[in-house]
């Protein structure tokens, strides 16, 4: 149940609007608790330089706000040395009911758990995209019966014969055709695109833990050195690899 106040937005946070209460590849974001703001949150952690949360972001498009998860913490010590806790960690459930919850949330500086952002969609440019052609596919459509006689059989059986200008009803038809055509390429294309709430990185936020967290320092463990401050040389790693 910690708090951290004064934590910045390293990235922007882009919610991905739910389709039908389910939102696919949510977007990613990142949040930095340095040594300051550890301390003026009345937390000594002895050694450690700063804290960076990653999680993923929800869109509401109603209040036109962000929600955030956290799903992973990775702990900077003084000296280089990294501890990164997951969400998905034995040590924080194990097979119980914690496995895979959260580690935590995100809320604005006034505690307000939805974040305000600018909504971002191409809803208008689709819909008339969709209604021009529809438009074109009913004039089209009506054009080519224009040149067509309708016959109802006695045993109510309906024919329709091209009776008028046969390169109108042609043309009328070929019209309708492409704009089905046109439209079928619009609901495809748009199923590929999604709404959005945006909200720019640097932003005033709030980290509320639900685990606790194990801030373990591990003398041998992977550890980032920056070389010498002598000349310029390519730093090097020990015990290499980035997250």
């Known amino acids: 149940n910690a708090t951290l106040i004064g ?28 040594k300051d703001n550890l301390a003026a949150n009345g937390l000594t952690i002895p050694n450690v330089q700063g804290m960076v949360f990653s999680g993923t972001a929800i869109g509401d498009w109603t209040l036109s706000c962000v929600t955030g998860q956290l799903e992973s913490v990775t702990f900077v010590f003084e000296d280089g040395t990294i501890q990164t806790v997951s969400s998905d960690d ?25 974040i305000s952002g600018e909504r971002k969609t191409n809803a208008p440019a689709y819909l008339t995209q969709r209604i021009g052609a529809m438009a074109i596919e009913a004039a089209a459509q009506a054009a080519a019966q224009s040149q067509t006689t309708t016959v109802v059989s006695d ?89």
């Open 90 to 114: 034995n040590s924080l459930g194990g097979s119980g009911g914690n496995r895979d919850k959260p580690l935590g949330w995100i809320s604005d500086a006034r505690g307000i758990p939805c």
């Open 7 to 34: 934590s910045i937005a390293m990235t922007a946070l882009v919610g991905r609007v739910p389709v039908k209460g389910q939102v696919l590849d949510p977007m990613p974001f990142k949040v930095i608790a340095g």
């Open 155 to 243: 045993t109510g059986t309906a024919s329709s014969t091209v009776t008028g200008d046969a390169g109108k009803y042609i043309l009328g038809k070929t019209a309708s055709g492409g704009s089905q055509e046109v439209a079928q390429w619009l609901r495809e294309r748009q199923a590929q695109n999604f709404d959005a709430v945006f909200v720019p990185a640097g932003i005033e936020l709030a980290i509320h833990v639900d685990h606790e967290l194990p801030i373990d320092f591990h003398a041998n463990g992977r550890k980032l050195h920056h070389g010498t401050p002598y000349g310029l040389q390519t730093p090097t790693t020990t015990g290499a690899g980035l997250d």
